[in-house]
């Protein structure tokens, strides 16, 4: 009786592989020597994906040259393929799967780990039914984590319809992006633009997001509006109260009018203070972090882009210092607690201030098993890392670990309490209100006491007497609406996963109920990536914008509302998870995503002809494409920038070409400058031989020719 273990890739295989008593190494897989294990087992894996989608050449070699005469592309089956360079393997997990008389599925535990084995599985073209199948569903690759997993595997047969909701999602995908983009790429291209154009089922509408924030920037128009506010002197000391209940004027003579109806008027003058109101708060510390949260924070603080915060949390998890990254939950059960309960005094010894943690029973707040569904927040786990093994971290990966520790640690410790004063002041007959905090107990705010924070702490007021005279000097501010703030990477995933709603700090922790945000947990920093890829998202100082050919492909594309409304989009995200439920199946899915396809087919070439708003568009972007194009302006030359290559073209001659690469060194502005005006640059470091071995040298230009100069 064989027993199959499969891991998603091969850091995971290790993982169980250390965690059980013997095992030896062959190529491929594992055979394994444990009592919690029947006789007979092996670990194998894949390297994540074994299998994909076909390409639609597969179906028909016509699909390789794209033609709007071949759309739609609906295919009767969808085909799967094994990569080139991943047949080798394949085979080596389809012979064990073949052999195995029970198959434990142990890759990530998620609907794209579900995806991930049955398509493997499903590819072996073995009988299933025949297969005893097991499921490994664990939150952490640590030893006893691995090994209290494999003492209780599930039926594997339970999370099939997970496998059929992430199978969907790729099909469906695969059916936008494949009939989308030839679509919009092939009739830009006949009104005069050129490139790829990609479209996505996710990607469009989180890419419009970004669009429709940078036009409302673009098109706002500041508007002046006048504020009244009162500087009160009391006690020597001085404090701004605001108008209450507070109101803003469109123009001075409103303000004036309002002034002379409450019997007051600009400059200093008598007044009383009418009400002191103290009372004492508190508030408890941040909720734990699901991966979306994380991310947010982590761009918040160090401008982190949302792919490498996820990568750094995978690190950490597969160094089994955290938890499972890929979670939207914010809440852990019990069992959680216990345990970072118990190893308390082990994480202390990571944070270098002292902090009582008396709060040790669960609270609601951060302890909630009914809302753990999948995975619970992320957390440490119970191996505590040295000071010396941290060190060791990446500095992104240290910043990640450092603020999960003390967000983690902050839910055992006081809240941080307040005096709230409340203090009404009148003039005439207008009220002044000003509000204050004085901190009575630090709490779990000491965790953070070196770290940035978003808050501004309200000024603490001077002690004032209810009936007591002030003298108040009335000013009149006039100010300026301001114009929305560009999207980070941080608050576009925030946006994402509220479907675009805006929310506030607090709100966006309990995200909205009735909302399914668009893309998941799993695959929004990876649509960013495409986007900044593909050269349609731009990064500047940590705030992102979008590209010309980015506003081209929105302008496109802004006329059919199912492509780029986050409602919608959400609506099907829902969808898809009601096929992981069994409410809905994937045909059902489908087919309402080809008669979506249809419909762009039928309608976008009619949208796009005539169309004025993308004519003046494909005019800038090509002005634009032009101007991008001039990488140096010598006397001697003008040099293109080409995406592999630089053009140069000279006052007299012929044009020639450079290399961007030349012996694994990228030439940069300075030697090409060089090479041009000089015909040579001086000494460069960073070249290497075929051997990889490191050289300096000079490169020399002879006519159109380059070579090295060792002199």
Known sequence: MTTVILAEKPSQARSYVEAFQRSTKKQGYYIINDSLLPPDTVITFGFGHL???????AYDAKY????????????????????TDKKAQFKIVKEWLSKADTIVVATDSDREGENIAWSIMNQAKINLKQKTIKRLWINSLEKDAIRSGFKALKDGWAFYPKYQEAQTRQISDWLIGMNGSPLYTLLLRQNGVRGVYSIGRVQTPTLYMVYQRDQAIKNFKPEPYFELNAEILANQQKFVAKLDPYQRFKDEAGLMTFMQAKHVQKGSQ??????????????????????????????????????????AVQALYEAKYLSYPRTDSQYITD?????????????????????????????????????VQ????????????????????????????????????????????????????????????????VPTKQGWKILFDNQKTDEQEPDTLPPVQKGEQVQINLQTLKKKTTPPVPFTEGTLITAMKTAGRSLDDEASVAIL??????????????????????????????????????????????????????????????????????????????????????????DVPTQLTGNAAIKQQINHQQQAQKSDEVFLETPQATVLNKQKFYIVKPKQGESFTLPKKWSS???????????????????????????GKAFAAKLKLDGHKLSFDFD
């Open 51 to 57: 299998v994909e989608l076909a390409a639609p050449e």
């Open 64 to 83: 390789k040259h794209w033609s709007l005469s071949n759309l739609p592309i609906f295919p009767a089956h969808y085909q799967f393929i094994v990569p």
């Open 270 to 311: 008598d007044g009383l203070i009418k009400d002191v109101q103290k009372q004492a708060k508190k508030s408890a510390s941040p909720r734990l972090f699901s991966l979306s949260a994380l991310q947010t924070m982590i761009n918040r603080r160090y401008h982190a882009s949302a792919a490498d915060v996820l990568k």
């Open 335 to 371: 069992q959680e607690f216990t345990y970072l309960r118990q190893n308390l005094a082990r994480y202390q010894k990571l944070v270098s201030k002292e902090i009582a943690l008396p709060q040790i029973e669960p609270q609601s707040r951060y302890v909630n098993g009914k809302k």
């Open 374 to 437: 999948e995975h619970h927040a992320i957390i440490m786990t119970k191996t505590v890392p040295s000071q010396e093994q941290l060190a060791k971290l990446s500095k992104l990966e240290q910043q990640v670990y450092d603020l999960v520790l003390r967000t983690t640690l902050a839910m055992f410790a006081d809240p941080y309490e307040y005096e709230e004063t409340t203090v009404i002041a009148q003039v005439g007959n207008a009220n002044f209100k000003a509000t204050g905090k």
């Open 513 to 602: 109920k009735d909302v399914e945000g668009i893309g998941t947990e799993a695959t929004r920093a990876n649509i960013l990536e495409v986007l900044k890829k593909r050269g349609y998202l731009v990064t500047e100082k940590n705030k992102l914008h979008v590209s010309e050919a980015g506003i081209t492909l929105c302008k496109a594309v802004e006329l059919e509302p199912l492509l780029t409304s986050p409602e919608m989009t959400a609506k099907w995200e829902q969808a898809l998870q009601q096929i992981g439920t069994e409410e809905r199946t994937p045909d059902n899915f489908l087919s309402q995503i080809k008669k979506f396809v249809a419909k762009l087919i039928a």
């Open 665 to 691: 060194k990228t030439l940069g502005k300075t030697a090409i400058k060089a090479l041009v005006t000089k015909g040579e640059t001086s000494k460069l470091k960073g070249f290497k031989s075929k051997k």
